[in-house]
């Protein structure tokens, strides 16, 4: 058994309300199930439901174990932390990994500060449960019972690892958060600071790493892609806020011979009757074009590879 739940998929801040039903308003959470293993990617406000669901169920089989990968630090993908309710059982056995920036700060510092009384009412040394953290950079860690999982950095303000997990001749890839690698040279040969050999540079520093994160996720049999903005919203106003297009995300993933693209991180202003009619232009857009399928992260979807 290798399947992928989605249990928040909203970027940046939750939106809860009907106008955001359909597709969900609580952000990055994706529960992943290889075997008897659980795996989490990213703790955001969709992981306390899943936290719910692990009570309802997987408790009766016995205590809750897990692998819990933090693509990156901003608030919206660990916010869902506190209230993850297994934390609070004994018997819980919860690995964290994640990528750390500049900070002076350590993974469980960033993580437990939210579990401090200016924040919450009850502090991380507090926690029934037995949780490791271990601050990772691009690297493949064997998980045992032939999980694998390969990170890769990305682009994005801070540092943000994606995920590649291989089990059973399949694997899951996640791209989020990420924006295209740039040219950060003038390209302009009117601008003062023009530099041919700078911008030839520039060029092809961003190809060769964009090529990195292709290659990362050839092949693919589902991949969850960041696809926050369209090309147009992208390229009028949003370059720099480290995300990508649906554009983007399409076109890479029928280049790296994908076969299932799940659009994710959806804007915090993007109605469910916007995704949907998004979801279907671009369906149709591609139809009869490529084998590449095409969806937008709905929660509660899940898939079995």
Request: net charge negative.
């Amino acid at each position: 058994m290798f399947t992928v739940t989605i249990w928040g998929d909203r970027g940046s801040m939750p939106t809860p309300g009907p106008d955001t039903a359909l597709f969900g308003g609580n952000t990055a959470c994706i529960e992943v199930r290889c075997g008897d293993r659980l795996v989490i990617i990213d703790a955001g406000s969709g992981i306390r439901p899943l936290g719910e669901k692990l009570m309802r169920e997987d408790i009766k089989k016995g205590p809750i174990a897990a692998d819990l990968f933090i693509t990156h630090t901003h608030w919206d993908h660990i916010m869902g932390f506190p209230m993850f309710t297994p934390i609070y059982v004994p018997g819980t056995k919860l690995h964290i990994r994640g990528p750390i920036s500049y900070e002076d700060d350590t993974l469980e510092q960033v993580i437990g500060t939210q579990l401090s009384y200016r924040y919450w009412p009850v502090r991380q040394d507090e926690l029934a449960a037995e949780i490791s953290y271990e601050q990772i950079k691009e690297t493949t860690i064997d998980l045992g019972g032939g999980v694998y999982v390969t990170t890769k950095y990305l682009n994005h303000p801070i540092l943000c690892l994606g995920y590649r997990i291989q089990y059973e001749g399949k694997s899951f890839v996640t791209v989020y958060d990420n924006e295209p690698f740039r040219n950060v040279f003038p390209t302009d040969p009117a601008d003062p600071s023009y530099d041919e050999a700078a911008a030839r540079e520039g060029d092809e520093a961003a190809a060769e790493e964009n090529e990195k994160v292709l290659h990362f996720y050839e092949g693919a049999d589902l991949v969850v892609h960041d696809t926050q903005y369209s090309a147009k919203e992208y390229l009028k106003g949003k370059v720099g806020f480290g995300h990508s297009s649906y554009e983007f995300a399409i076109n890479s993933c029928n280049k790296a011979r994908v076969k299932r693209l799940v659009m994710f991180h959806h804007d915090p202003n993007r109605t469910d009757a916007e995704l949907q009619e998004l979801e279907l232009f671009y369906q149709a857009k591609i139809r009869g074009k490529t084998s590449l399928e095409i969806e937008m992260a709905r929660e509660g979807r899940s898939f079995s590879l």
